[in-house]
């Protein structure tokens, strides 16, 4: 089930969307605008998942270890492969 959501877009903005439709990106107006706010759903999560890494190893910067340790794991992965 979908809810109408009243919306008013300017001149340009509707025909950017027309352009979009037109191009294939939705079958109408409507798909367009819900694959829009798929994607900037997607953009918004991913940016906070981003952002909840860089602050973590700002918290707890990487060590020597830690790349000794990253490095030992590659190659025994690496060694494991079929080649």
Same mark, same amino acid.
């Not at 979908?2 to 079958?27: K, M, N, Q, Y």
């Not at 890494?53 to 590659?74: F, K, V």
């Given at each position: 089930?979908?809810? /109408? #959501? /009243?919306?008013?877009?300017?001149?340009?903005?509707?025909? =950017?969307?027309?352009? =979009? #439709?037109? %191009?294939?990106?939705?079958?109408?107006?409507? +798909?367009?605008?819900?694959?829009?706010?798929? %994607? =900037? *759903?997607? +953009?918004?999560?991913?940016?906070?998942?981003? *952002? *909840?890494?860089?602050?973590?190893?700002?918290?707890? /910067?990487?060590?020597?270890?830690?790349?000794?340790?990253?490095?030992?794991?590659?190659? *025994?992965?690496?060694?494991?492969? /079929?080649?």
């Amino acid at each position: 089930m979908t809810t /109408p #959501v /009243p919306t008013r877009f300017s001149d340009e903005e509707i025909d =950017l969307i027309d352009e =979009l #439709v037109a %191009h294939g990106v939705g079958d109408s107006r409507s +798909a367009v605008i819900r694959r829009a706010v798929a %994607h =900037l *759903a997607d +953009a918004v999560r991913r940016a906070r998942v981003g *952002a *909840a890494i860089a602050d973590s190893y700002r918290r707890r /910067p990487q060590t020597t270890q830690d790349d000794e340790l990253a490095m030992g794991n590659a190659i *025994a992965l690496t060694e494991a492969e /079929p080649w």
